[in-house]
């Protein structure tokens, strides 16, 4: 057997120095910036790489990968998208389309050696509009695709937002919260503390506040909202800014490979859509994690990793 290099491990990879964290260097319009990436595990038939929501948002809401990935013998990879907390925040607003954000992918997948032996993708919430993206343009590189907590139309899911989510709220303080939002004013802490007690603890995390999980907490509070604002727009009940009109729904049967789409019965995506969106793939499947909401890979985390980890080995 042939000798391994003491920086290298049997894969024949140079990241095992840095703890596998990996600065990806990505050429852009704007000039060359870096990217924060970071391995675990070995797997040469499954390596998954995550990406995060936000947008703006860190790969960090993404650590309980680490209590179910490694028993389940999956490689897999985080990754800050450009202008995210661990990576580098270029103060260049023409960078931050949807286009250019699926170009650093495919830059990153190579990068990373990843290719249509091995490469399984999840995008989750914004990193679903990515992932969809990306699967229409670089399919042939992907293994299998897995859409998290994401619908294929924003259009659709604002008017889930306007006809399920809203009504069953206090309709006194809803007007409170649409009000600061047209104010532009959503950074005031009654704001964001209507919005935790009417919206995100139904349906983003099924948790009382107190008790959301450290990752989550380090995750929103690195949100970067230079990025986060002008794709999402400023109201947290549906969608507006660069995604207003995105809808990618009467492409989805152009794409070919497994896919899995992922939700939550509670979640902020309609999840009856998001069974239809994989009735609309010709090798699509669902799953809608009976307790889980937008962050079900939290509130219904045993559910969500079983139908994540058995997709993957499953192809693998």
């Known amino acids: 057997m042939a000798a391994i290099h003491p920086y290298l491990d049997s894969s024949g990879r140079d990241d095992v120095l840095t703890g596998g964290v990996q600065r990806i260097p990505i050429t852009t319009s704007k000039g060359e910036f870096s990217v924060w990436t970071k391995r675990f595990g070995n797997n040469p038939d499954a390596r998954l790489l995550l990406l995060h929501g936000g947008p703006g948002a860190t790969h960090e809401y993404f650590e309980p990968c680490d209590t179910h990935l490694p028993a389940a013998g999956i490689e897999y990879y985080y990754y800050d998208q450009l202008g995210s907390h661990y990576s580098d925040q270029p103060n260049e607003p023409e960078l931050w389309e949807i286009d250019r954000f699926v170009d650093e992918l495919e830059q990153v997948r190579i990068a990373l050696g990843l290719d249509a032996s091995n490469f399984f993708l999840l995008g989750h919430s914004w990193g679903g509009v990515l992932a969809i993206e990306y699967a ?83 995750a929103f509070a690195h949100i970067n909202p230079d990025i986060y604002v002008p794709i999402q727009g400023p109201s947290e009940l549906g969608a507006s800014g660069k995604l207003l009109h995105w809808d990618r729904t009467a492409d989805l049967a152009k794409i070919l490979t497994p896919a899995l789409v992922l939700g939550g019965e509670h979640d902020t995506m309609d999840p009856r859509y998001m069974e239809h969106m994989a009735s609309l793939m010709p090798n699509g499947q669902a799953f809608i994690c009976p307790q889980g909401s937008h962050m079900a890979m939290f509130d219904d985390q045993a559910a969500y990793f079983a139908a994540l980890t058995g997709f993957i080995l499953d192809l693998a």
């Open 136 to 218: 229409l343009r670089y399919q042939q590189h992907i293994k299998g695709l897995v859409i998290s907590n994401m619908m294929s139309s924003i259009p659709a899911y604002n008017d889930y937002a306007e006809k399920v989510l809203m009504p069953p709220m206090d309709q006194v303080k809803l007007a409170k919260i649409k009000a600061f939002e047209a104010a532009n004013e959503t950074s005031n802490p009654e704001y964001e503390a209507l919005l935790m007690e009417q919206h995100y603890v139904h349906h983003v995390l099924r948790m009382p506040v107190e008790e959301w999980p450290d990752p989550v907490t380090r």
